[in-house]
Each structure stands twice: as C-alpha cells, then as structure tokens.
C-alpha cells in the first residue's frame, strides 16, 4: 500500500550518445507505444550519428575536418546548432564551449585514472579552445575557424534530443503521456 504503484505503459530502452535512453508511454500497450518509442529512439540515434564527435563521416567530423582551412557549408539543422553554441558561449561568458574537444580525453583518463591530470596538460587543452574562433556565414550557411580548434556537440546534442522528442511526440502521439530518460 505505501510502495509506488507503476502506471501501465510501453517501456523501450537504449543506449545513444554513450548513455541509457528510456521511453516510456504511459497507458499504452506494446503494439500502440513501440511506434511511438521507435520513432523518438530513432530521431535521437540520428542526432547522435549525424553530429557525433568520434563518427568519422559526422556532420562534425567533416567540419573539424576542414574548417581551418577552408568554409565549411553545413546542412541547415548543424548551422542552426552552430549558432545556438555560439548563443550560450556568449551568454555563459565563454562557461559553455564547443570547442572543449582537447579537455575530453585528459577529463575521461582522469576518470579511468581516478587522478587529477596536470595542469599544464590542462593549460594546453584550453590554449586550443575558444568559440570565439568560430566563425559562421549565415547567407552562405558555412562555418569556417580562425585558430585549429575542434568541436564537440555533445553538450548540446542531449538538450536538443528532448526538443526534438517533444516535436515529434506533437505530430505523432498527442494522445499518450511519455516521459524521456
């Protein structure tokens, strides 16, 4: 009686952008909630793929590829992302930047590690960042950088996931209440 009862529903599970994903749509059976799980876990493994770091034929791969030495035109939805980064590093005071490519490996090898890396090694990695390096031509929907930075849209992929889940949750399965894990 005091135990949390489970409300009825469709539960599917994932692993995308190297975390567990969860969907669940309440009140529905496996034949009415598999689509409706299918369609949101497949428009995220999309995102993850088309704008992944380590995919070598990403979106963003392409571009830290070439855009140090050349513009870069992009597809629409990655100049959109593009200038959303560029928002939140000018809003955050540079706190929130696409460009933490170089501290990625010396944060996960700490991690493994459990020891803290050295600063100098920390000191590089930044000396190779910067947002500000960035530039984007909106009429030619191109993206080129000033210095040899990278970038990494992992800090902004999951965020837009679960805007693009409620999108398409919109336009597909307005009936059924869904939670997104």
Sequence with gaps: ACGRKEEPGYTQSGFIMNVPAQVKVYGASEAEGKPVA???????????????????YSQTS???????????????????????????????????D??????????????SSRKMPAKEEIARALSTMGSGHIQLDQARRAVRFTKPVQINM????????????????????????VELR
Excluded: H
Aim: contains cysteine; glycine residues 6%.
């Design 62 to 96: 392409l571009v830290n590829k070439r855009a140090y030495t050349d513009w870069v035109k992009v597809e629409p939805e990655m100049f959109y992302l593009l200038q959303l980064s560029l928002d939140y590093y000018r809003l955050t005071g540079g706190a929130f």
């Design 154 to 177: 992992g800090g902004i992929m999951r965020a837009y996931c679960f805007v693009r889940a409620a999108r398409l949750l919109k336009r597909t399965a307005p009936a059924w209440p």
């Design 98 to 111: 696409v460009t933490f490519a170089p501290l990625w490996p010396i944060w996960k090898e700490a991690a």
């Design 38 to 56: 299918d369609a949101v876990l497949g428009e995220w493994k999309r995102i993850s793929d088309e704008f992944s770091f380590s995919e070598p």
